[in-house]
């Protein structure tokens, strides 16, 4: 299967600091990649659907001007948590989309804690 | 609002039995399944996917569809401790490409 790689794997920042997660498809161009956010014990939650050289769509809830995502390239996308709070903390992953309607390949996964 | 329904668990197991894993959705519009597994702090990996009714069999994994009743399962013969983990079921509508998850259930398969 294609390899996905995310960084930071964690991460820890200050309430009201600024992180960025990057997402790189490591051997296939992803023209869609998907943000994830996973809360201890509960569903991967969709945060938005990143396409290529175009604004990225966020799902109901998710705070566009907070979450900022860019997907520059075709095998980079990157989520920029601004002004971070204790509740930010999470379980994020990417996923690139693969060329069958299954496939979805996932990034390991950045851990963020936000103290 | 779609819903995939999943029991948390942990379903605890002996080493070499079979493990039963349902999920139930509410969307009948559902046209494909997924079932991942996804390790303690590790992003999920798929196992499986189903779009027609009845069984599909990958080594020791088979998945189970039934749309009437809308649920999908999966059941692990020969279970090992590798096993262990939390699997997630994922559903997907017609026409879609992003898929909803349910919370998992947590499998713990002891020697």
């Known amino acids: 299967g294609a390899v996905v790689s995310q960084h930071p794997s964690w991460v820890i920042c200050k309430s009201g600091t600024s992180v960025k997660i990057e997402c790189r498809s490591l051997?296939?161009?992803?023209?869609?990649m998907f943000w994830y956010r996973q809360f201890p014990k509960q569903s991967l939650m969709l945060m938005a659907t990143s396409n290529e050289g175009s604004k990225a769509t966020y799902e109901q809830g998710v705070e566009k001007d907070k979450f900022l995502i860019n997907h520059a390239s075709l095998t980079l996308s990157t989520l920029t948590v601004t002004s971070a709070h204790p509740e930010d903390s999470s379980f994020y992953i990417c996923s690139g989309e693969g060329r069958e309607f299954y496939e979805q390949y996932f990034g390991p996964g950045t851990r963020l804690t936000v103290t | 609002q779609k819903e995939v329904e999943q029991n948390s668990g942990p379903l605890s197991v002996p080493e070499g039995a079979i493990a039963s894993l349902n999920c139930t959705y509410s969307?009948?519009?559902?046209?494909?399944f997924f079932w991942y597994r996804q390790y303690s702090g590790k992003s999920p990996e798929l196992i499986m996917f189903i779009y027609s009714n009845g069984d599909k069999e990958d080594g020791r994994f088979t998945a189970q569809l039934n749309k009437a009743s809308q649920y999908v399962s999966l059941l692990i013969r020969d279970s090992q401790p590798s096993d262990s983990a939390t699997y997630l079921c994922?559903?997907?509508?017609?026409?879609?490409?992003?898929?909803?998850f349910g919370r998992g259930t947590s499998l713990i398969v002891h020697p």
């Open positions: 051997d296939f161009q992803a023209t869609t």
């Open positions: 994922a559903v997907m509508q017609g026409g879609s490409y992003i898929p909803t």
């Open positions: 969307d009948r519009g559902s046209q494909s």
